[in-house]
């Protein structure tokens, strides 16, 4: 079973750019479907990115050209780059490990990001 403990959260001015990691262990990295979701207050869990085993990304429409999710095997570390925020994005983020085999996702504890002037 995979642990994912998130980092890089806090608070940034509208226009800034944080960087998001999750590291991963206890299991092998490729086994996993890799994403980041988010959670505003009042809202649902919503799905901003995710990248596959082989790299490829997806992102939902309102982050398109801003996030850029990547991931190092390595490091067993996934990434998420965001640039030009806006006060909209602000919400907890998490990180999820979606087990390819199985289909069972896995959860981080999440980091927050504000977004404020």
């Known amino acids: 079973q995979v642990q994912l403990v998130e980092s890089g959260g806090g608070v940034v001015q509208p226009g800034g750019s944080l960087r998001l990691s999750c590291a991963a262990s206890?299991?092998?990295?490729?086994?996993?479907?890799m994403g980041w979701s988010r959670q505003a207050p009042g809202k649902q869990r919503e799905l901003v990115a995710t990248i596959t085993s082989t790299s490829i990304t997806n992102y939902v429409d309102s982050v398109k050209g801003r996030f850029t999710i990547s991931r190092d095997y390595a490091e067993s570390t996934v990434y998420l780059q965001m640039n030009s925020l806006k006060p909209e994005d602000t919400a907890v983020y998490y990180c999820n490990a979606n087990e390819i085999r199985s289909g069972i996702n896995y959860w981080g504890q999440g980091t927050q990001v504000t977004v404020s002037s």
């Open positions: 206890g299991s092998i990295f490729s086994f996993y479907k």
